[in-house]
């Protein structure tokens, strides 16, 4: 079992809808949960973080995070065209630099 | 631009050649990182600095890879005797340390080069 899992996709919605990614992962002491994009042919760049457990908003873009259950979302409200992108998911122990990611969910907005 | 640069963008090779790449962090950045990118996949970690010191390095960095940072600044990766597996995105990213606990110290990655091993 990989430390990280994400559903690959490829996920394709109408202009505005609602997207739900999500991740589940198996290492306890994960702390740092991250949602960074990826379009192609570019490297990542981030999202959003959350420290341990919650949820955290930012514009059209909320993260949740469940260590109960080992699972984290993020979803995208009144979704655009240009979130069209690699949405990866990555997290990392607090006491370690590396930080471990998803295998990516590929999202296309429909206009 | 300020932000994470990375040369070349591409590189394609021969088998068992050497190929190294160059990564400059943002300035005032004192981590850096390499990641390994292949197609369906998220970046994989091989390895980091603290300035100019290596502190980790994963088991996916055979031998014939070796990085350096030699005065904690720009890094290089070298892979020596190439093989078709080692086909891939290199992707270089940096970050600064913080004393905060509960500030993730945000990685910047720099656009990768893409390297194929003919």
């Known amino acids: 079992q990989k430390e990280v899992e994400q559903d690959p996709g490829p996920l394709s919605v109408p202009e505005g809808a609602i997207v739900s990614l999500n991740c589940t992962y198996s290492n306890s002491a994960f702390q740092y949960f991250m949602w960074y994009r990826q379009y192609s042919r570019k490297g990542p760049e981030l999202l959003m973080y959350t420290y341990s457990s919650g949820n955290k908003e930012d514009g059209r873009f909320t993260a949740q995070v469940d260590k109960s259950s080992k699972y984290i979302s993020l979803f995208i409200r009144d979704s655009q065209p240009s979130d069209s992108a690699t949405y990866l998911c990555a997290m990392k122990e607090t006491s370690y630099d590396k930080v471990i990611f998803g295998p990516g969910t590929s999202l296309s907005v429909i206009p | 631009d300020t932000g994470v640069s990375q040369d070349p963008r591409h590189k394609i090779t021969k088998r068992g050649q050497n190929v190294t790449f160059r990564c400059d962090p943002i300035?005032?950045?004192?981590?850096l990182y390499w990641y390994r990118q292949t197609l369906g996949q998220g970046p994989e970690f091989l390895t980091y600095f603290q300035n100019e010191a290596q502190l980790e390095k994963s088991r996916l960095l055979s031998d014939r890879f070796s990085a350096e940072r030699p005065k904690g600044s720009f890094s290089t990766l070298e892979i020596q005797r190439t093989e078709q597996g080692d086909s891939a995105m290199y992707l270089c990213a940096s970050s600064k340390a913080t004393r905060d606990y509960r500030s993730y110290n945000e990685q910047f990655f720099g656009p990768g080069t893409r390297l194929t091993v003919l």
């Open positions: 300035s005032e950045h004192n981590r």
